[in-house]
């Protein structure tokens, strides 16, 4: 850019820019800002209440950074052991990790340390909650696909690695409840094959519990993760900025066109006042929900273990992969193998991953190499709903065993009986839930028809000449038509004949076979409702056979 033009005052004399004005000026000619700056501010952003999901997870992380910036000033990560004599009198003279005494401290003595210890939980459970929902509405909406298929990767990552924050920061008071759930973590790691007693003296810094685990926790927590996640997020974003932003169907909108507001003033705006609402939620909850009593469970000690002791929600489903396992062991070679701790301790990151490289099954299984901007209703797409339902609906089967006791106590049933139950349900359960959210998928499909060659239900009736009552229905707008006909309807990826013309035998990989099935189960006639077509339309409307 040239040199900004100076203008002239009523005297004549030249009147200089603003302080403001030289320091953007000094900035821009050092920084390029300006061009960067014009391009981005104005970019438009489409307004839907589901694109809040994303800002609550940020805002969320933003509250978490600052309030574990206040913990950290207090928190004193050491194991070794003091005798409190501290405010909460029913602790006096027992014996705790210098952890445990810091965090009553942070609780009793520190001015505000109990409201941020529990603003921090909250906005742990919020955040790691936010991730799930805002991933599963991108997934069911289709969001993922081409060209956002690296930013799904970053999502599922801050996922992730959302949960293994939350059990290392879950484990720093060393109370009795969180001490119970790294003993649960350490009996698990020693399932491992060859490996599992090595690595469980690597982290424990020798026999369990040791000294070590909480100050290698501490910077695992506060620095290594949360750095790895902010530059995630920050990627995240960028790609979000360099990426038109996914939109609902409409009027108006396509691949090359994004309706909405610009990001300043208007989204900012809003964004900045959504922030402060969140925070004030989180402070609202912290203020009055109790979380994480760790002075009503006492310090840890190897020899006890509290009744009913949870992890957090979102590590629930882990522990029901454990706890519902029949307890199988082979002994060989005098060695043995726990099967029913490394079985499931296994499947914990499977069935993470199932979620985490679909969008690649997916792009292979179809061939679609174009780029979506245009979201998907999940109705249109009912076999990748069912699937997702039916990974919730598992994360929910396992989340009873997790609680299997919880459940047993207040509900005043066997825990045998729930044990059996969630056996039966983690394979029961997500095929029923696939089968009935697709036949429900493909009912919407056929309503949506309907409503477009016959119009919408006015609730009036109407008697005909001949005596007949029918309904009136009014016909849909031009808009409304295109946003539930915009959608595409591919027909599935096929070999082929394995025959050419010529009589030869093409040789067809099991790949390619595998591909074929895959696609007819997913995009075959039988998984969605022919689009009414413009002819249809036409026919019925011109012969007036709706009334």
């Not at 959302?162 to 290392?168: A, P, Q, S, V």
């Not at 109790?290 to 957090?312: C, H, K």
């Not at 109705?379 to 598992?394: D, E, H, K, M």
Request: aromatic content about 12%; some cysteine.
């Amino acid at each position: 850019m040239g040199a900004r033009t100076v203008g002239a005052g009523r005297n004549g004399r030249p009147v200089q820019p603003a302080k403001g004005e030289r320091l953007a000026d000094w900035a821009d000619g050092r920084l390029g800002l300006y061009p960067m700056a014009k391009t981005n501010l104005r970019k438009v952003f489409p307004d839907h209440w589901s694109f809040m999901l994303g800002e609550v997870c940020l805002y969320s992380f933003i509250v978490l950074i600052l309030t574990g910036v206040y913990l950290t000033l207090f928190f004193e990560p050491s194991g070794i052991e003091v005798v409190y004599n501290g405010s909460y009198e029913p602790l006096n003279g027992v014996i705790m990790t210098r952890a445990y005494e810091s965090t009553l401290d942070i609780s009793f003595d520190v001015r505000g340390g109990l409201l941020i210890r529990q603003i921090h939980h909250w906005a742990a459970l919020v955040f790691v909650a936010g991730m799930l929902v805002h991933m599963m509405r991108v997934f069911f909406t289709g969001a993922f696909r081409k060209p956002r298929e690296v930013n799904w990767v970053f999502g599922w990552t801050l996922l992730f690695l959302g949960i293994i924050t939350g059990l290392t920061g879950y484990s720093l008071p060393d109370d009795l409840l969180s001490g119970t759930g790294v003993r649960f973590a350490q009996g698990a790691i020693l399932s491992v094959p060859v490996v599992g007693t090595y690595l469980s003296f690597f982290l424990f810094g020798g026999e369990f519990p040791g000294h070590d685990i909480i100050p290698r926790f501490f910077p695992i927590h506060v620095l290594l993760l949360p750095g790895i996640m902010l530059g995630l997020v920050v990627a995240h974003l960028i790609l979000v900025f360099y990426h038109k932003h996914t939109q609902y169907p409409g009027a108006g909108r396509d691949q090359k066109s994004v309706v909405g507001m610009p990001f300043m003033p208007v989204y900012m705006a809003k964004a900045g006042g959504f922030f402060f609402l969140v925070f004030g939620v989180l402070s609202m909850m912290g203020a009055i929900a109790t979380i994480n009593p760790v002075w009503a469970f006492g310090p840890y000690r190897p020899d006890l273990v509290t009744t009913g002791a949870q992890p957090d929600w979102y590590l629930g489903f882990s522990e029901g992969l454990i706890r519902v396992m029949p307890g199988w062991e082979i002994n060989a070679f005098g060695h043995t193998l726990a099967l029913g701790v490394f079985i499931p301790f296994s499947l914990f990151p499977l069935i993470m991953l199932a979620i985490g490289v679909y969008p690649f099954i997916e792009a292979w299984i179809t061939g679609d190499t174009r780029e979506h901007h245009i979201l998907d209703r999940p109705r249109n797409a009912p076999t990748r709903t069912g699937l997702g339902v039916a990974w919730l609906s598992l994360y929910g089967v396992l989340l009873i065993g997790g609680g299997n006791d919880i459940v047993a106590t207040h509900l005043h049933l066997s825990i045998n009986s729930i044990t059996w139950f969630v056996r039966i349900s983690f394979f029961a359960v997500p095929v029923l839930a696939f089968v009935v959210t697709r036949r429900i998928c493909m009912g919407l499909q056929r309503r949506d028809r309907d409503k477009v060659l016959h119009g919408r239900e006015s609730g009036l009736i109407k008697r005909l000449p001949d005596g007949e009552f029918v309904e009136v229905h009014e016909p849909l707008t031009q808009a409304q038509r295109f946003a539930l006909t915009q959608h595409d309807q591919a027909r599935p990826y096929e070999v082929g004949p394995l025959v050419d013309a010529n009589g030869v035998t093409r040789r067809v990989g099991p790949s390619r076979k595998l591909r074929a099935r895959l696609a007819r189960a997913m995009y075959g006639p039988d998984t969605q409702i022919p689009k009414p077509t413009a002819e249809e339309y036409r026919e019925l409307t011109s012969e007036d056979h709706h009334h």
